[in-house]
């Protein structure tokens, strides 16, 4: 990217913060006014809030319905799912970037604008494009064990309509959202700003690729995550990266649907 591409215009968020409201070249923005450390503590809080949360959960569900259904479960793991992802993915950063407008700056989220939607539309259509590679050269080599599978690809979700919609909920705004704060907004911004735009584009994708629990999903999820961190570095801005994610998931999910019906 050149130094001397056009900026977008003037934001109010942005201005609560003098490093990020300067116009010079990207460098000097990525993760102004935070660095590796408070990412660093910032990931160490994140892990230990999932893995008491999730150990809460567990116990909580086994001592009040130890035979617990399927749907049961499900519902536990969606509650505690969105719990972790309020707390842990986004006001964890914005708490540790000190609140208000100058932690929503220094994130990278800013008002709404036109250009958003064509940030947007450009990282789906490269995110799609990575996972429809990977999967054809994986079904050409034979290999379905790294074939991705989706974490909502449970025949019983599609069992309950009120299932669907809160799923659909999770993940096509919650997640995009809570993602792209924590992972690209915070995680890239302020790894990048210390080891360089490459560095933290690599290590916060390969995170994101990882903490989705599948083989498969590594390699793809980890390209598509480097796909939405040059979305926000190239605009300035987590609003193209959270539509082309919401979008993406959006896609994803009405797949899935009409591949199981629902009910």
Not at 34 to 47: D, E, M, N, P, S
Not at 173 to 201: D, T, W
Request: proline letters at 6%; charged letters at 15%; aromatic letters at 10%.
């Amino acid at each position: 990217m050149s130094p001397d591409a056009p900026l977008p215009p003037p934001d109010p968020y942005r201005q609560a913060d003098p490093a990020l409201a300067s116009p010079g070249p990207a460098e000097s923005w990525l993760g102004a006014g935070f660095g590796v450390r408070t990412v660093w503590t910032g990931l160490v809080i994140a892990l230990a809030i999932v893995f008491l949360l999730t150990i809460a959960a567990v116990g909580a569900l086994e001592a009040i319905e130890p035979d617990a259904s399927d749907r049961e479960k499900l519902w536990a793991s969606f509650l505690t799912t969105l719990v972790i992802d309020l707390l842990a993915l986004v006001a964890l950063p914005i708490l540790l970037l000190g609140g208000g407008r100058r932690a929503l700056a220094r994130l990278g989220l800013r008002r709404p604008a036109s250009r958003d939607f064509g940030w947007g539309i450009v990282g789906l259509v490269g995110a799609m494009a990575v996972v429809w590679l990977y999967v054809g050269i994986v079904e050409v080599a034979g290999v379905e064990d790294l074939e991705p599978v989706s974490s909502i690809d449970n025949d019983a979700i599609y069992a309950s309509v009120s299932l669907v919609v809160v799923t659909g909920i999770l993940v096509v705004l919650v997640a995009p959202i809570a993602e792209e704060i924590f992972y690209r907004g915070f995680l890239f911004a302020g790894l990048g700003r210390r080891f360089g735009v490459v560095a933290g584009m690599l290590a916060s994708s390969a995170l994101f690729a990882a903490v989705h629990f599948d083989v498969g999903s590594l390699i793809p999820f980890a390209v598509v995550g480097v796909v939405f961190a040059l979305i926000y570095w190239r605009s300035r801005s987590l609003n193209g990266a959270i539509l082309a994610h919401g979008l993406f998931n959006a896609i994803s999910f009405v797949v899935l649907i009409f591949d199981r019906g629902v009910g």
